[in-house]
């Protein structure tokens, strides 16, 4: 298919590295992490092997860049002011719209992360990343809880569970040229989550 | 690992056909199905590859026998005179108790559902079934907004999709020895799902 430079090269014109990523990220989606085969990744790329290692140092640091995106941004939304102080439910709502932004915006490498199976250390460690998000979300419907905004019937565990289950579906069937915008889908899940496990319907949201 | 015996074996003692469809199905979830060669499933089943083939003609075979036990429950839920008479609102209830017991009853056949890639013609046949379940619940949803049940502010197919998400997601989590059974785990959804979805919260739900 191509043939092989021996001068470095940054990919083919138009590739920078994290357009090679989207690439390679694209193909682990199709064909499973564990099966994309390095000859895989170069044919998608229109690279030779040796020109790909150029750039990666090997299939696990592409995996780590790539998660990285995902998990990366799911931390800076948990990590914010806006889900660490004040009343659980606003924060719970700031997490939401967070967590579906990423899921919109890095769509491919947060499919990737959820669709792990713990193979190797580099997914294990993800996936381990991956299960704080529930935790902190779960204390967050705890904290809710204790503060009288989740309706007593729902297990703060549960909670979290199927509202995760929600926002995750969303790499599933979004698209960037759909109907909606992130802003309008993020709206669409905390109507959905809020109304589902708030105490009254007359409490002010928005 | 294993001796290869020449007269027809029914599996090993212990095993039936559904049995043996069990370890096949925990590997394809393991490996994923496309690659999951029939060496894998031979010394999982602790046959010989030959032995294997007394019970299966395929792998593909395998792929949909597992398949059907999925969606042919989806099916009967989907077709039960309480999901197909009656208000929508009624018919919805029914419909997600009835996919909640699915995803609980038959976890490892949903999981392989839901992780079908399409590279075949049978992985593709049974997505189209799936996607029949999508379409039968949105316009359930529909139902239902004509009938003044769903949230002015909540599109059929975003109300349908974050659903399934949310109810699918259960394959991920759900454990047998669980602290929640099926029953309850389907109470929960349903009330999340129809606070979040309902008009008002002065109707009763039960």
New interface residues.
Partial sequence: MTTTTEAPRRGRPGYDRDGMLAVIVAAFN???Y??TSLGIIAQRLGLSKSAVYHHFSSKEEMLELALEKALGALEQVFDSPQATEGPADLRIRHVLRGAVRVACEQQPYLTLLL?L?GNTDAQRHAMERRRAFDQRLRRLFELARDEGAL?E???PG??E??????????V??YRPDGP?TPDE?AK??V????????V??SRDYR
């Fill in positions: 199709d064909h499973g564990d099966a669709r199976r309706r019937d729902m297990d549960v909670a569970r199927l509202t995760f289950g929600l926002v995750n579906s969303l599933e069937w909606m889908l669409a899940v109507a959905f989550v809020r109304s589902g496990l708030r009254s319907e």
